[in-house]
Structure formats: C-alpha cells, structure tokens
C-alpha cells in the first residue's frame, strides 16, 4: 500500500531535473504541468558554402537569440530517450500519474508510446492561438501540443461551466515574455483547477520562468519547479519573490 508523503515547502530547484528528482520524497505531488524543450526536425532553409557547392544548415534552435542578450540558445528539443529518462523518474514521485506535457508535433508519439508501456491513458489537447503570418503554401503554426497522461482515479473536477472540458484552449501568446516560450497563465491555471484541489503539491521539471509555480500560487496549491538555466532560474526566483511580497502586503 503506498503512503502518501505531502510537500511541507514550497521550493525552486537548480540543477539537472533527473538528479533533483531523486531528491524528493515518493508519492509527493497530485500532478506534472512542464514545458519542455520541443523537438523540432524542419530546417530553416538557410545555405551555407560547402566545397564548390551549398548544403542546408539544421537551424531550427527552439528558440534563437540574434539580439546578443546573453541568454541561452537551445538548439534541440528532448530526444526519445532524454523524454524517457525524465517521465521514468517522474513516476516514483506521483500519488497517481497525471501530466499534462506541452510539446510539438514530432514528441507527440514518444509520450504516447511511453504512456503505452507504462498503462497510463493518453490524450492529446490543443492550444489554438492567433497568428499574423499565414503562408499559402503550408498549414500555419496557429497550435500548439499539450499531451495529457494519466492513470485511474485521477478523474478531472465538476465544474459549471462546459467550456473548461473542451480539448481545445483559446488563449492569445504573450507580448512581454520572461521566456521566449512562455505558456499564458490562465491556459495553465485551467489545467490545475481541472486535475488538483487546494492544499495539492504540483510538479514542473522544466519551469522556465515558473509560470505554473505562479499559478500553483494563486490557486492555493504547493509547488516544486526545477531548472538548469542560471539566468532562467534567477527570473523565476524574483518573480515568486515579488508574487509572493505583493500577497503578503495585500
């Protein structure tokens, strides 16, 4: 029979998330909601001189800093093996398995076969948002993946309003982003609200810029976040610091 343990503290963990996992106490946390790195496989179609011809240059970075601000360039999103590694040591630290995972489309089969081996239930959700350049030659890029896996007994909350249930989210992209992939806030507090109840401990291996920290938060739940990005992680601490003053002096 597993006995439950409960996150006495809130915290925000540097460092590799497969070795600060080992850390936390079996059993812990009621759901997942991360971001992690997208893989991408498109090239940009940028050339480069090679010998007496050109070849293509794989430059499609998750995201790509031309502006010299001194942060991080990612090049690949999680390999097959890299999502493996992290959902396995994930699994020790679940009451009962329930994330929900935003990814791309080419990441999409590697959570639902992992979900497969393991017996967990899958759904794939979308998050539809505006775009303002449409080519005609291709699909435009107005969606975005977020893979839900979860075991039994992990039924999502009654609520009212019908529109929460739909596995589509209308949510407009941010304009001033901590994170040049930063998810919107109220897209992410629907997911808790669905699956978690106050007092509930919620986990992100990847938080970025802790927006599902902050919205732990406000909706009365408890928060563990990890990163290995020094300047990442130092925006996701003076945001819970000033979060955190702002409703205490309220």
Partial sequence: MKHYNTIEENKLMFGDNLKLMDKLPAFSFSLIVTDPPYLFSKHSGKEEAAGEGKKKINNSPL?????????????????????????????????????????????????????????????VLVWEKPVSIISKQRFCQNAEFIVRIYDKGTALNKFDDSSMYSRVFHSKPLRDKLHPTQKPLDLVKRLILLSTNEGDAVLDPFMGSATTCVAAIQLGRKYVGMDNNKKFFSIAEDRIRKLSENLFNA
């Fill in 63 to 123: 995201f790509d800093y031309g502006d010299n601000t001194g942060m991080c360039r990612i090049k690949n999103g999680l390999s097959n093996e890299q999502v493996e590694a992290w959902l396995d040591k994930s699994v020790r630290l679940m009451k009962k398995y329930n994330a929900y995972i935003f990814c791309s489309e080419e990441q999409i089969a590697d959570y639902y076969l992992w979900s497969q081996k393991r017996g967990y239930k899958f759904s």
